[in-house]
C-alpha cells in the first residue's frame, strides 16, 4: 500500500507541477502581448515625436527666413562713368541687413559698393557713394569680400 500511496502523491505533485506549468506558460504569453503592444505603442508615440520634431524645424526655419532682410534698391543712371544714383528700400524681414554689398552690371563691367546697416522700416534710403567707395571687378570675381550672412534684395528698374 505504501507504494500505492507513493505513486499517487507522486502523481498528485506531478499534476500540481503540470498545472503551475500550464498557468506560466499562460502568464509568460500575455506578458509577451503585452510587451508586444508596448513596443507598437512606443513605435507610434516616435512617430508622433518625429512628426512633431518636423513642425518643429518648419515652423522655426519658417521664422528665420519670416526675419531675413529683403531689400529693393532702385539703381538710375548708371553706364560704368557717371556716379549712380537711387534708393534703398528695406521691405521684408525683421532682422537688420548688416555688411550690404551692392553689385551693378554695368557696359564697362561689374561695380560693387559695401552700404551701411540697414534696419528694419528704411525705406527710400537714397543711395550716396563716394567715388572711390565703387570697386570695379572682373566677371569672375564679382565680390572683393565674402559677407558673412547673404542679404537677399530684388532690384527694380524705376521707383514705384
Known amino acids: 500500500m ?5 505513486t499517487g ?3 498528485v505533485g506531478t499534476f500540481l507541477l503540470a498545472l503551475a506549468t ?10 509577451a502581448g503585452a510587451a508586444v503592444e508596448a513596443v507598437q505603442l512606443q513605435k507610434r508615440e516616435i512617430e508622433v515625436f518625429e512628426k512633431q520634431t518636423k513642425l518643429a524645424q518648419d515652423q522655426f526655419e519658417a521664422s528665420r527666413s519670416a526675419a531675413r532682410p529683403l531689400l529693393d534698391i532702385s539703381i538710375a543712371g548708371f553706364d560704368g562713368g557717371a556716379k549712380p544714383s537711387g ?6 524681414g525683421s532682422e537688420p541687413a548688416h555688411d550690404v554689398e551692392i553689385w551693378i ?5 561689374f561695380w560693387g559698393t559695401r552700404c551701411r546697416t540697414y534696419f528694419p522700416l528704411s525705406h527710400g534710403t537714397p543711395l550716396f557713394w563716394k567715388p572711390s567707395s565703387l570697386t570695379k571687378c572682373s566677371a569672375g570675381n564679382r565680390s572683393p569680400s565674402s559677407p558673412k550672412r ?3 534684395w530684388k532690384v527694380s528698374s524705376s521707383r514705384e
Open 9 to 11: 502523491a507522486l502523481a
Open 105 to 109: 552690371k554695368a557696359r564697362t563691367g
Open 2 to 6: 505504501d507504494l500505492i500511496k507513493a
Open 87 to 92: 534708393y534703398v528700400d528695406y521691405v521684408g
Open 22 to 31: 500550464a498557468v506560466m506558460a499562460w502568464q509568460t504569453k500575455r506578458s
Open 150 to 152: 547673404p542679404v537677399f
